[in-house]
């Protein structure tokens, strides 16, 4: 089986790159990541609450996104 998923490098503030990126790609092929030790955890966290806040993805893409595709691209459960 074949994946195609697309990494793409956020900054740290939610703005029209993302909102062009979320219009254009399927959320179930994007997987979220954190750039450490050049972008913080705390960084990446704000980053996915700003995007939850911009209405540019539902409640589902956003669990997608920030977990869900890794679980089952990996097929692993991610911790709470």
Known sequence: MEHEYLHYHVGRVVGESDALFVAEYKSDHVL??????????????????????????SKEELQMIACGNAERLLKIEARA
């Open 32 to 57: 979220y990541s954190v750039d450490w030790p050049f972008t913080s955890n705390e960084d990446g966290k704000k980053w996915l609450e700003e995007l939850e806040a911009s209405g540019l993805v």
